[in-house]
């Protein structure tokens, strides 16, 4: 892997934890009114996927879907402004953090209801189909939105119908505060259950930035070749709690031991630490990129606060009218 990937991996993965730690820092001031669901330690897969990706392709994501809209190549300053409920916001602050979208770039959405994008993300698969466009749909989802019947149907239909759809499903190990072993019986394995229903099937540890890197890019060019879906199944660890800025470990649903022991494995730590060992030009360019990105994020914030709320004649015109 070459020295500018490597350093192009840490600028994706370092900007999405620093708008998220922004998020969390600024939460408890109380002028964020929607809910938040940060992906804080689950960062290497969209960083894999923002370097695999084009922009002419589709994706679709979850409540959890602040670090795939950034991936993708959503404006940062609009997402921001519609966590802040502000007409400047990209659903012009109607929809808040679980209804983001940047049709610029083909982020075609993201959704409160488990598993509702997942047969969106088919559609689009099928409209580059129906067109003959060389796009592919990706659409991201996690552990729990397997266990919705719309998962199944969306992936029969991609399966008979051989769609361009990357499924992109990222297992945290839990569904609110539920893990996999109260959901699903015991040694199920959620991509073998996707490949016995006729659907290619990869699996990646989202803790090896090295290897899920070429996971997902091998996936992305496999769905745009063969015009046929894939899924990749990546493993990973949530750090805060499930909805909101803080953490949630004392709550008796998991214990700080599992949360430590997840954490120490931390991607983007280890990813610095592989470069640093590379040498002073890589250490003065994580430095340059630590600090570009501060103010960038900074810059983020002031828009969404100087940005006005949304007029009381405008609650009704349509998002994209
Ligand atoms: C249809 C539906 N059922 C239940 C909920 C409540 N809910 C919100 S997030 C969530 C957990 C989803 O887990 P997963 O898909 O693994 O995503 P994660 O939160 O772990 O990223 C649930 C059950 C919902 N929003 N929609
Ligand atoms: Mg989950």
Avoid at 220 to 235: G, H, M, N, Q
Avoid at 243 to 248: A, E, I, K, Q, R
Wanted: proline fraction near 3%; glycine fraction near 10%.
């Amino acid at each position: 892997m070459t020295g500018s990937l490597l350093i192009s991996l840490f600028r994706q993965m370092y900007r999405i934890r620093a708008v998220e730690e922004g998020i969390a820092l600024r939460y408890p001031e109380g002028k964020m009114r929607c809910p938040v669901h940060l992906s804080i330690g689950q960062e290497s897969i969209p960083a894999v996927f923002a370097q695999s990706i084009a922009l002419n392709d589709f994706a679709v994501s979850t409540h959890r879907g602040h670090a795939h809209y950034l991936a993708k190549g959503g404006n940062l300053n609009t997402m921001i402004a519609e966590i802040y409920g502000k007409s400047t916001g990209c659903a012009k602050g109607k929809g808040g953090s679980m209804h983001l979208i940047d049709l610029a770039v083909n982020f075609m959405g993201t959704s409160a209801i488990v598993g509702n994008s997942i047969p969106i993300g088919v559609g689009l698969a099928l409209s580059a189909q129906l067109k003959g466009t060389d796009q592919i749909s990706c659409v991201f989802l996690g552990d729990g939105a397997t266990e919705e019947g719309v998962f199944y149907e969306s992936i029969n239909f991609a399966a008979v119908r051989k769609l361009p759809v990357l499924f992109i499903c990222e297992n945290n190990l839990y569904s609110v505060y539920s893990p996999l072993s109260v959901r699903q019986p015991k040694g199920r394995s959620i991509a073998k259950m996707v490949e016995a229903m006729g659907i290619e099937v990869a699996v990646s540890d989202g803790h090896n930035i090295l290897s899920s890197y070429e996971t997902m890019k091998n996936a992305v060019i496999r769905v745009r070749d063969t015009r046929a879906p894939l899924f990749l199944e990546f493993t990973t660890y949530r750090w805060r709690e499930h909805c909101g800025h803080g953490f949630d470990n004392d709550i008796g649903y998991r214990t700080q031991e599992e949360f430590l022991e997840w954490q120490s494995r931390d991607p983007l730590n280890n990813l610095e630490q592989q470069m640093q060992k590379k040498g002073s030009v890589v250490v003065s360019s994580l430095g340059k990129i630590k600090s570009e990105i501060a103010l960038e994020v900074e810059r983020a914030f002031e828009f969404a606060e100087n940005s006005p709320f949304p007029t009381q004649s405008e609650a009704y015109d349509g998002v994209y009218a």
